[in-house]
């Protein structure tokens, strides 16, 4: 189990409990939290569950796949900390992890 | 006044995602969701993958766990389905004989498997691939087939067919166009997924009409137009769908190929909206179209949550498709229907490359098959920025992060 916080673009916070083995995607869409849609399911085909991950937790959340970072390298407002979040398994390591959603996911 | 209270006929991708929408723009009003299956709304496109494949458990398939339904206060009536609308007095009413009033009624009621019109379609081991129960029952019997004959090299057929040769299953697959997939993408790259198929083992039959399904109780073989008999463990009919029509046209509302609605996706009674597989909508350049894809499920459900919430919008979302078959993930933007000429870039033979479609020197889709990045690219230019050349398109040291 991990708690995640996701951080709306106008600063809402929204606190979920997320399982092992469920990807960060998964989790939120389960809570319903605004901006991260995961339209495809968490099959890296869409990119609509774009995140940035609070530097802190860089390091805990792995590095970008290969065709997570493809797909990342046309998204809107990409930054260095930018991840797909259906490719981020959430497992005890991310109990705390902060993460912030952009102004949009299309 | 307060928010109408929203029924939702129908408990798909559309169907989930404006009750989603609908509460995280904090909607007041009450969400029923009307759901003629049992149990929880599900995603689709894994069914024919990952699904019927072994690789996602049921509790995955779930659009939404049980746990979403309460704290998010959309009522969820499962095993029911909607047969009939009463428009003058706002009610719908179900198989069961309840009937749910509703301030604003949105049919999201999908599609329906087309069936075969040959003698032996009825037959036992003749089987579809749309809902659940359909794949569990398939799923089941993939452990004991040696031969299938799948009908249909459209998505669904050529997924299923994948699945089944990568276990080892004799796959004959029986298209009665020239090529697969030929609504839904370019000579190129239609030739290319012919040739992988075939290189997996599957024989893919084309120019071909199914004349029969023969057998006794159950399909045993399938008889082409041409002659040939094919025997056969189990048959997949993948024909393509036709919307679900009828409850909106037995209410007078007006369908052709699907409920037409206008661009805010209304149908001509602004009670009741349709969105999804199920909505005929005027999309820029192509006119009335419908589409089946959860790219349009949902983003037709989040235009609709944003008119409910009175935010109103046109809906003019670029269309995208995708679809994996065995390792090959095959990404499409735009609608190719027209184009003249297409660009290649990349390498066929290396397994990545993309097909841009062009009509004259317009842009009109791309498919990528394993270059995601070309994906993201063209759903951007072909959603608004100024766009590429033909020229650019056929330069391979062209960036296309420029126009992007």
Redesign the interface.
């Known amino acids: 189990m991990a708690k995640i916080t996701f951080i709306e673009h106008n600063g809402t916070s929204h606190v979920v409990e997320a399982e092992n083995g469920?990807s960060v995607m998964?989790a939120a869409?389960?809570?319903?939290v605004?901006g991260i849609?995961g339209?495809?399911?968490g099959?890296?085909?869409?990119?609509t569950c774009h995140v940035y991950v609070e530097p802190e937790w860089q390091a805990a959340t792995g590095a970008r796949t290969e065709?997570e970072e493809?797909?990342l390298?046309?998204?809107a407002a990409t930054q260095d900390n930018s991840r797909l979040c259906c490719q981020i398994t959430v497992s005890d390591a991310l109990d705390g992890l902060v993460v912030r959603t952009p102004d949009g996911q299309? | 006044m307060s928010a109408p209270d929203v029924v939702v006929v129908g408990a798909g991708h559309a169907a989930i995602q404006l009750a989603?929408s609908l509460?995280?723009g904090r909607y007041e009003g009450s969400i029923t969701v009307i759901n003629d299956e049992a149990g929880l709304p599900y995603?689709r496109?894994?069914l024919s993958k990952a699904y019927l494949g072994g690789h996602m458990d049921d509790a995955?398939l779930a659009l939404?766990?049980t746990?979403?339904y309460a704290?998010?206060n959309v009522g969820l009536i499962e095993h029911d389905a909607a047969v009939s609308i009463d428009r003058a007095r706002h009610s719908i009413t179900l198989a069961s004989g309840a009937i749910i009033p509703y301030g604003h009624l949105v049919l999201a009621t999908g599609a329906a498997n087309r069936t075969l019109p040959v003698p032996g379609a009825a037959l036992s081991g003749v089987v579809g691939l749309r809902s659940l129960a359909e794949t569990k029952a398939l799923k089941a019997l993939l452990p004991g087939l040696k031969r299938v004959v799948v009908i249909g090299a459209g998505f669904i057929g050529l997924e299923f067919a994948a699945v089944a040769a990568e276990r080892g299953i004799a796959v004959t697959v029986i298209e009665a166009a020239p090529r697969p997939l030929m609504r839904g993408v370019s000579a190129v790259m239609s030739d290319h997924l012919a040739r992988a198929h075939r290189g997996w083992g599957t024989t893919l039959l084309t120019s071909t009409g199914v004349k029969a399904i023969h057998g006794t109780g159950r399909a045993e073989a399938v008889e082409t137009a041409d002659g040939q008999i094919i025997a056969t463990d189990l048959v997949l009919v993948a024909i393509g769908v036709i919307s679900n029509t009828g409850l909106a046209a037995a209410a007078g509302l007006k369908t052709s190929n699907g409920i037409e609605v206008d661009a805010l996706l209304r149908t001509e009674d602004p009670a009741i909206s349709a969105v999804g597989d199920c909505a005929a909508f005027p999309l820029a350049g192509s006119g009335l179209i419908r589409l089946e894809s959860?790219?349009n499920a949902?983003?037709q459900a989040r235009a609709l949550a944003d008119r409910l919430l009175g935010k109103p919008a046109p809906y003019a979302?670029l269309p995208?498709f995708?679809s994996?078959q065995a390792a090959l993930?095959l990404?499409i933007a735009g609608l190719s229907g027209g184009h003249d000429h297409t660009v290649l870039r990349g390498d066929p033979a290396a397994g990545a490359f993309s097909v841009f479609c062009f009509k004259g020197e317009t842009l009109l889709a791309v498919e990528s098959l394993n270059?995601?990045?070309d994906h993201?690219?063209a759903?951007?230019f072909l959603a608004g920025t100024p766009g590429i050349t033909r020229a650019q398109a056929a330069d391979p040291s062209f960036d296309?992060?420029s126009v992007?």
Do not use: I, Y
């Open positions: 469920m998964r869409v389960d809570n319903n605004p849609d339209d495809c399911g099959e890296c085909a869409c990119a065709t493809t797909m390298s046309f998204a299309h | 989603a509460r995280q995603q496109p894994p995955a939404r766990p746990s979403f704290a998010q959860v790219q949902s983003d979302k995208w995708w994996d993930k990404q270059r995601a990045s993201m690219a759903r951007r296309l992060r992007a």
